[in-house]
């Protein structure tokens, strides 16, 4: 299995524009709906060369796979904000969202020199929270009402990911 994550480029945007409009992805997402290539392109030119993110796409065998990486990051308190996005289904289960994930954080630790990852993910997200477990992320809290999504008011669970604790497991 070859998976790697390399930057997002200008060319991904189909590719994203057709993972988070799958209904079998966006369930626990909470971007405006549907997302347009037109609209994605605009925030990609806005996004490409802040400081305070890094996004890549996922792929296993050179195929692009999936999203990955961080926002919010905030290098005064060496910590940033972990997000993924398996898009294609056939390749849910396979061990890739697992791989991807350790060479972001491997990225994160060793190029960005960050202490801490933490993550969202909402209360009934049970198979995102077993591989973000799985990973090495510890649950820290429960967030209630933390958003409002479509009028519905939504629990989240954080999670994060100190680097002494990752590189005694790993």
Request: charged share 35%; hydrophobic share 35%; aromatic share 14%.
């Amino acid at each position: 299995m070859c998976v790697s994550i390399r930057k997002f480029d200008e060319k991904d945007i189909p590719y994203k524009v057709k993972w988070i409009n799958d209904k079998r992805n966006n369930k626990y997402l909470h971007y405006d709906l549907p997302l347009r290539e037109d609209k994605t392109l605009v925030w990609f030119k806005n996004i490409k060369d802040r400081v305070d993110r890094v996004d890549f796409t996922i792929t296993y065998n050179d195929e692009p796979v999936g999203l990955i990486g961080l926002i919010n990051i905030d290098r005064k308190n060496k910590k940033a904000e972990y997000y993924i996005c398996l898009g294609e289904e056939k390749y849910k289960g396979k061990g890739i969202a697992y791989a991807a994930s350790k060479l972001l954080i491997d990225y994160a630790y060793n190029k960005l020199h960050l202490n801490k990852i933490y993550l969202y993910t909402e209360k009934n997200n049970n198979q995102a929270q077993r591989i973000f477990e799985k990973i090495g992320f510890k649950k820290e809290g429960l967030l209630v009402n933390d958003l409002i999504y479509n009028g519905k008011k939504i629990d989240r669970y954080i999670y994060g990911l100190i680097f002494e604790d990752y590189k005694r497991k790993n």
